[in-house]
């Protein structure tokens, strides 16, 4: 009995100690740059919202919790990808208005259907398990 137990308890050690492979979840840069692309389009377009208008075949979802309220953008460059194994990671230059600003900032691209891309902030509290705290009243 305790030899059967003993080869249970190693059996499920060994099986919880294997994690799936999150690469999977990892869009190639051809479909994460598209993506990113038609959220700021839909942007600069004045019709961001969670789910960015007219894709399908990925649907691409936004997260960006640090854009002001009503700013504009008016243009955009998207400088490159990061490199790495890890979620695509592109830096962007944005170029806005009301109030005007230039921001160099960077997005992740990550999942298949629906594709999500968040800005670099709201992907580290959410893989932290973090959210922003509300404000005093």
């Known amino acids: 009995m305790r030899r059967l137990t003993a080869v249970t308890v190693l059996f499920l050690a060994v099986g919880c100690a294997e994690r799936a492979d999150q690469s999977r979840y990892y869009p190639p840069e051809d479909k994460a740059r598209p993506a990113l692309e038609a959220g700021l389009v839909a942007w600069q377009q ?59 900032t960077r997005y992740v691209v990550v999942g298949l259907d629906p594709m999500w891309v968040f800005r670099q902030e709201d992907y580290d509290m959410l893989i932290h398990w973090d959210h922003p705290m509300p404000k005093a009243p």
């Open 46 to 104: 004045g019709s961001l919202t969670n789910e960015v208008s007219g894709t399908k075949d990925p649907v691409v979802m936004w997260v960006d919790t640090h854009r002001t309220p009503g700013q504009v953008l008016k243009a955009f460059e998207v400088l490159g990808l990061a490199p790495g194994d890890g979620p695509r990671v592109f830096t962007v230059r944005l170029v806005l208005d009301s109030p005007a600003a230039e921001v160099k």
